[in-house]
Each structure stands twice: as structure tokens, then as C-alpha cells.
């Protein structure tokens, strides 16, 4: 009996392996008859597995093997200093109670926005907008500035002294503040694309307005509020500014901690050991999002969302949910008003009479981290914007050996924090055959591939928009694979390009948690500038950077969107972002 | 210029399973002629668009060869074979006019500007395009994107002409109009085309010969006529109009007609298909508007039965008849009840049909 099913399930595997074998071997032949094809995946290939894979691989290995041999002697330290211990705890709870409660502000907005017909819809878009687009630690800034020692409200209106900042409250609401927009956005996606129509028939088989909400909404919501978690649990735990900022000595968080035992310490291994303590649960959420999360979450809602008059909301909830909002959005343009105000005070929370002494000391002494930073950025976003949809375009459109892996690694960068890639970098890169700390290069590498998944991603939506058919009608009328790629869909890739580069730009504007390892003498960022005048407590110089940080990126914004809209005002298909 | 597919067959393996291959097309033969306009028709997933996919180069057969007058051009890839598809989602070109997305071809083969020009504003003329020269696809109504595609794969004067059910976007009385016109355009330049639909009131209006093909395999080749009224199965029978299968034994057989007994009465049939040897059990067809239908005088014809069902629909009436301790139906349409008679649920009637009318399956 037992025989005979063991044979049969031999025979099953060979009989899997078989066709598998046959098929991959196709693809390689296909691939090898076409060159450009062939070359094109090589060299992406290659350099996804240099900059992306080996630097993390170099992590690993140093936080487990010590002197050439297999040792856990690090991690093992590293687990009985109870300081430590603390900082990943503190992490953790950090992440987690960002997650939920950014979440749930995301959720308010998001709600707010897609289901009632409050006024100022516009003004509540572009407040959640603001700290996408500026620095991570602005947040952390403004909170000292407000309700640290010397804080406008904390001394200033109520007089206290021995506030209580540093730590987990100040920091909690530094990090909601930074991260509610991503949950806002990903759940204003969700809620629009739920028809109101459901709603709408759910109310009229007669349940109350909560119960529908209950029942119908939230459910349907449900794989989008898990997704907004489980990214936000990953950005607030990879976070480097905030925490550097606000955390303060008696609440350590594990990324400052590894960095601080590598600038402070010159403790390379342990940071780095650090460091890959932090991978483990921000890989666990990511593959979680990934695999789980995303595969429930492409709810077919068929029909157009039909105008329908907004009924799930009644009057007074309405206001409820307005009142909330705009509670919130005061609150942001607080942080923000006391960043402007900050960068043109005298001395802040003593003397808040106006000059231009900051601004004046930042376009002196600062002048070049500003012209790095935009050299960086301008050189780096473009490359990692068509390095973005190459990728997006093999992934999507084509079949070879390693597609997956490819996909799978080139991802990598939105799970793996920052701080990780920085130190694997300083790792991978400082001794032959391949030195390259110091340099522009190593800065502009770093930037391309950590920010080349926003590239990837818009790009892979929009090939997944256009029909496929349209590239075969090219082909069919005679043209050959570079031309329909060439006519067709390059032109009809350029909108997402460039909305991509948008993310792109932004966010190697305002990178510093890798970047803060990578910088040198010679080339310097606006960010860990700003850091630095943070830490030795010039507060008007950080702010008067952090001004100028945004402007320039929302003036980038700005003529991206003029450029595109002049030449594809018409087109059909290119849904632009921001 | 005629197409030819040798043995076609195309197999797509599951990348989850790749043991558990799907059979799109098993064996297929076809020989298309010059000029001619050949449908494949069957129901959904039957494989209809793989084999014209085999035939554009979009899908490489698992076996078999393909021809294009008389080349093989299995291996050509699909850009160098001078065959141009209208597909089912029009496939115009998003960022291009529409004048840009018909000349893309000419553009291709490198013609002077005012060429390309003159040929384009002539087939928008002939397609009833005229005024749209630059206008883009988003402002498009869906009959005038049909009319776009067709343009630009008639334009380059293709070898052949490959339609995948160019006309199931639109709604029914467009589709009625545009069939007409497919046809009158494909008439007058001659290319020889092959049209996938599922509606085979398409597939009677627009083809010199219809394929029809059931899971993977062709079924049967013919004229509307034949393959209407001379079916080799029952699935050719069944999925063209309505049919009634009735058993019948073979008593007689000569070259030109078969003797068969229906029920107790005797038929002389001059239309068959296969090979009905004399003691055959053997299923005749017979469309319902041949049926006649009668009040039953006499219970041992055996084709007599109790009316069940009547819809009266103006021109025409139709009738579902049940026969007695069989579970068989006959369905008849009367279309001049005035002589025909009138019958109601309920009556027992009796069924004949002139023996022209009826045709032998292959099939037992
Ligand atoms: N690329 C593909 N991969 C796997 N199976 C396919 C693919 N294309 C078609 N099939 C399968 O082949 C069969 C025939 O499909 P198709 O030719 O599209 O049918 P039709 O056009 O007649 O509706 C279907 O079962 C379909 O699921
Ligand atoms: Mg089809």
C-alpha cells in the first residue's frame, strides 16, 4: 500500500519537473534570441544584485561572522544588555502605536474626504500632502520648538518648566504627524474605489447609517486599513530623524542606537548587528503587505461609482467628522507655521523679533549642502526614474529566468530601513575592488536604487492600465520590438514616469536615515545639515534650512506638473498623481 | 492570398501547474482561399482567438505549420508576416490622432508625408471618417473606434485580414450596421480575412464559409447553407439556430438517398453526413420551422405529442410540443397560422416534415 503511493507521488514530481525544466529552458533560448533583451536584463540584473542585495548580504554576514568564523557573539550581547533590549521593545511599540493611531487619523481624513460633502475639501488635501513632501523630522523639530524646555507653548503660554518632551509621547505624536498621509492616501484609494452605490442599497434594505458603516464600509475597508498598518509599522520602525530628535537618552530606539554606536562608538559590527535586529520585523510586515495583504485586497467592485448624493453620513456626525479634521489640519499647519516662524525669529522662545540672520547663515556656510544636495537629487532621481521603468517593463511585459527574483529584490528597498542599507553600504563599498565611500558616486548609487521601487511601482500600474493588444497592434502594423517600445510605449509610460519622479525627487530630497552614513566633507545634504543644527540646539538655522528644503521641492513640484500638464493636457490614460 | 494551417495545435501550459496543460486548439486544419472571408464561430473558450492568434504569430503553435500563400511562416514573427488584426478592444493607439493611428503603418514603411496623407484621408473617406483627421481617440464615439481600427489595418493592404469579434463593444442595432459595412469593405478590396465571432447570425451575414469549432477542435467547414442546413453533429446542429433530433433506423440505401424509418413512418432523405449503414440507428435533424404541425387524428405515427408551451410573436408562432412517455420535445414555428392553424396548450397534435427538409448526422 504504501509502496505503491509512494511511487505514485515520484512519478507525480518528475512528472512536475519535467515540464518546469523544458519551460525555463525556453525561456532561456527566447532570451538568448534577443540580444538587446539579453544585455538590457544582464546589466539590470547585475547591478540589482551589486547595490541592492550585496550591501545587505555584507550586514548579515558582519553581525555573524567575527574574525572569518560563524559567531553569534554579537547578537548574544547584544540581547543581554538590557538597554538594548529596551531600544528594540521602544521600537516596536513605536511602530505599533504609529501604525494604529496614523492609521486611524489616515482613516479620518480619508473618510472625511471620500464620504461627506463638508467645505474645504481641497484645503484638507493639500494639508495631508504637506509632510509627504518635507523632511521626516520637521515633526520632531516644530514639537521641541512648541512644547519643549523652551517651548513657545509649553513656557511661553503656560509657563511650565521641566516639560517632558523627549520620549515616547512627544515622539508618538512627531511620528503621526510625519507618517497619517501615507495611511491617508492608501485609504482614500480604498474608500473611492467602494462604490457609494453599496452603500446606498444596504441603506435602503433598511440598516441604520452605523450599521451599514459597520457592515458594509469598514469591511470592505478592512485589507486597506491592514495594508495602511502594516507599511506605516515599516516606515516608523526603519525612521531615523524623529526618534535622532525627540527620543532622547531615556528611550532608546534601535536605529539611532546603531547609529550612534558607529559615528559615537567607531562600533562597525555591533551597529551593524543592530541594524539587522531592526530587518526582522520590518521584513516580516513587508512580506506580510506583500503576499497576504495585497493578494485580498483587489475587492472587484463592479459599475462606475456613480454620483450618488451622500447619504451614509448624517448632520451632526458629519460636523463630528469635520470638526476632527480640521482639528488635525490645525494642528499640522501649527507644526509647520512654527518651522516659518522659527527660521525668522531671532532667537527662538526669547527674543521673537524678525531677521533674515538664519537665512543669511544658511546661504553662507550652507550654501553647499544645498547645491550637493540638489546635484545629488537632480542627478540621481532621473537615472532611478528609467531605471524604474525598465524594470516595470521586464516585470510586467516580459518572461525570463529570475523575473521573480528580480521583482522580489528591486522591492527590497521599501522593506529594508534605511539605516541598514547606510551601513551596508559603508560595508560593502570601502575597500577594493570597489571604494567608494566619500564619493558623489556612492551617494548617487544609494539614491538610485534605494528610491528606483516608486519607479517600478507607477510604472507597473500604468503598464498594467494599458492594454497589451495596443503593443500588438504595433506589432501587427510591422513594428519591430524597439519601435513599439520606442512609439508606443515609451509615450504612453512618460506621465507615470514622471509622476514617479516626482516621489523620486522627493524623497532624495529628504533621505537622511542611509544617507547620514554616506555623506562627507566633500558632499554634504541639506537634511544632515539640518540634523546637525539641531543637535548643537541652532534651531533658527534648522528651521531656515528646513524652509528652504521645502520650497525648493514644492517649486520642483511645481514645474514638473506645469511641464506635463503643457504637453499632455489631452491624454487619455495618464492619471496624474499630486 | 490563401492561408493555410497544417495540424495546427496549441497547448498553454498553467505557471502554477505546469503539468496541467490547457488544450486551446487540437489538430487543426483549415484552407482558407484568395479573397475569401471565413469565420470561425463556437462558443466562448472554444479557441478562437488562439487560432488567429497562430495566425497573426502572436502565439507560436505547439505544432503544426502555418501557410501564407504557400510560404511557412510558423517562425516569422508577427511583424514581418503583412497580416493585420482588428482586435476585440479596437487597440488605438491612446496618444496618437486618429489620422497619426491610421497612417502608423505607412509611417512604418517610411512614405513621403504627403502620401501617407493622401492615402489616409482616402480610406477615412471610404470608411465614413471624414471629418475626424485630427481628432484624438478619447473623443471618439465606440462605432467610429471600430471604423479607426478597421482603417488602419485595411491602409497597408495586408496579406490578410484577422478580425477577433471586432464588433462586442457595440451595442446591437451598430453591430447590425457595421456587419454589413465589414462586409462591404473586405468585398471591395478583396483581402482575404478571417472574422472570430460567437453570434452566429454574425457569422451568416458576413462569411463565405464558416469554421465552426467546439473545445479546441473544428467541427465543421462550410457555407452558411451547409453548415445550417446539412450539420454534421449535433453540436453544429444545436448551436446554429434550433434543431429537433429525431431517431430514426436506416432501412434502405442507395447513392443518392438513405430510407429511414422515423416513429411508424417512412422517409426517403437525400442529405447526410457520415456513413449510414443499412440497420443503423442514426439521428436525423430537422429545423423547427419545417415541422409541420397537425391535430392528431392517428396515434401510431409515433411523432405525435401534446402542445406544452405557445408564444405568439406576431410574424410567427412557437410551439413546444412533449411527447407522450418519451421525454422528448419537439419545438415548431408556424409563421402563417391563418393557414397552418392555430393550436392551443394542451392540444394533441401530431409533427411531419417534408423529407427535403431533413438531414442524416454523422454521429449515431
Ligand atoms: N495565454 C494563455 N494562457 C493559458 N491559457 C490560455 C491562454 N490563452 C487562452 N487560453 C485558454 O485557451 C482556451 C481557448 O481560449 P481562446 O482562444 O481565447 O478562446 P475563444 O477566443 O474561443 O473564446 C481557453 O480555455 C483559454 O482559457
Ligand atoms: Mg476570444
Known sequence: MSGCSLGVSIIMKTGEIKPYISRKYRELRILLGDPLLFIVIAIVGISVILFILYPLIKVILSGIVINDRFSFSI?????????????????????????????????????????????????????????????????????????????????????????????????????????????????????????????????????????????????????????????????????????????????????????????????????????????????????????????????????????????????????????????????????????????????????????????????????????????????????????????????????????????????????????????????????????????LAILLINFIYRYVPVGIQSGVAILQQIDPSIEEAAIDLGADSRKTFGRITLPLMVPAFFSGLIFAFVRAMTAISAAIFLVSSNWQLMTVQIMSQVESGRLGAASAFSVILVGIITAAILIIRWLLHLRFSGMQGSELRF | MSVKLQNISKFFSDPEYPDKGVAAVVDCNLDILEGEMVTLLGPSGCGKTTTLRVISGFESPTSGSVYIDNDDVTSTPPNKRDTSMVFQSYAIFPHLTVAQNIGFGLSLRKKPKNEIEKEVRDIMRMTGLEDMYNRRPDQLSGGQQQRVALARAIINKPRVLLFDEPLSNLDAKLREQMRVEIRRIQKTFGITSIYVTHDQDEAMTVSDRIVVMNEGRVQQVGTPFEIYSRPVNTFVADFIGQANFLDARVLRKSAESVDIMIGTAEKNIKSWSGNPEVGDTVKVVVRPESLRVKKSKDKNDGLNGVISTQVYLGPSVEYQIDQKKKTETFHAVTYNPVESGFFSIGDKVSVDFNSAAAHILAEG
Do not use: C
Request: avoid cysteine.
Open chain 1, 75 to 439: 547578537i548574544k550581547e547584544i540581547v543581554s544588555s538590557w538597554y538594548l533590549r529596551q531600544a528594540f521593545r521602544n521600537s516596536i511599540i513605536m511602530g505599533v502605536t504609529t501604525a494604529a493611531l496614523g492609521t486611524l487619523v489616515g482613516f479620518l481624513f480619508a473618510f472625511t474626504l471620500a464620504r461627506t460633502d463638508i467645505p474645504f475639501k481641497r484645503f484638507f488635501n493639500i494639508i495631508a500632502i504637506i509632510p509627504i513632501v518635507s523632511p521626516p523630522f520637521i515633526g520632531a523639530l516644530s514639537i521641541i520648538m512648541l512644547f519643549g524646555n523652551n517651548g513657545f507653548i509649553t513656557a511661553g503660554v503656560l509657563g511650565l518648566s521641566n516639560v517632558k518632551i523627549y520620549g515616547f509621547r512627544g515622539l508618538l505624536v512627531a511620528q503621526v504627524v510625519t507618517f497619517f498621509p501615507v495611511a491617508f492616501i492608501t485609504l482614500k484609494g480604498v474608500l473611492d474605489s467602494i462604490s457609494p452605490t453599496l452603500e446606498d442599497a444596504a441603506l435602503d434594505l433598511g440598516g441604520s447609517r452605523w450599521n451599514v458603516f459597520r457592515r458594509v464600509t469598514l469591511p470592505l475597508a478592512v485589507p486597506g486599513i491592514a495594508s495602511a498598518m502594516l507599511v506605516l509599522f515599516i516606515e516608523t520602525l526603519a525612521d531615523f530623524g524623529n526618534p535622532l530628535v525627540l527620543a532622547g537618552s531615556r528611550f532608546p530606539i534601535l536605529s539611532v542606537q546603531a547609529y550612534l554606536e558607529i559615528t559615537g562608538m567607531y562600533n562597525l559590527p555591533k551597529g551593524a548587528a543592530l541594524s539587522l535586529i531592526l530587518l526582522v520585523p520590518s521584513m516580516t510586515a513587508y512580506i506580510i503587505q506583500k503576499y497576504w495583504v495585497s493578494k485580498h485586497r483587489y475587492i472587484t467592485v463592479t459599475g462606475k461609482p456613480t454620483s450618488s448624493a451622500i447619504k451614509l453620513v448624517n448632520k451632526p456626525a458629519k460636523w463630528l467628522l469635520f470638526s476632527g479634521t480640521m482639528l488635525v489640519s490645525l494642528f499640522v499647519i501649527l507644526i509647520y507655521l512654527t518651522i516659518l516662524w522659527g527660521a525668522f525669529a531671532k532667537v527662538w522662545g526669547s527674543d521673537n523679533s524678525l531677521t533674515l540672520r538664519h537665512f543669511g547663515y544658511v546661504l553662507g556656510v550652507g550654501f553647499e549642502a544645498v547645491l550637493d544636495t540638489l546635484v545629488i537629487a537632480g542627478i540621481s532621481t532621473p537615472i532611478s526614474g528609467v531605471l524604474g521603468m525598465v524594470i516595470a517593463f521586464l516585470i510586467v511585459r516580459k518572461r525570463f529566468i529570475g523575473r521573480g527574483a528580480l521583482e522580489f529584490t528591486s522591492m527590497l528597498s521599501f522593506a529594508v530601513p534605511g539605516t541598514v542599507i547606510g551601513i551596508g553600504y559603508i560595508l560593502a563599498f570601502n575597500r577594493p575592488p570597489l571604494v567608494l565611500t566619500g564619493t
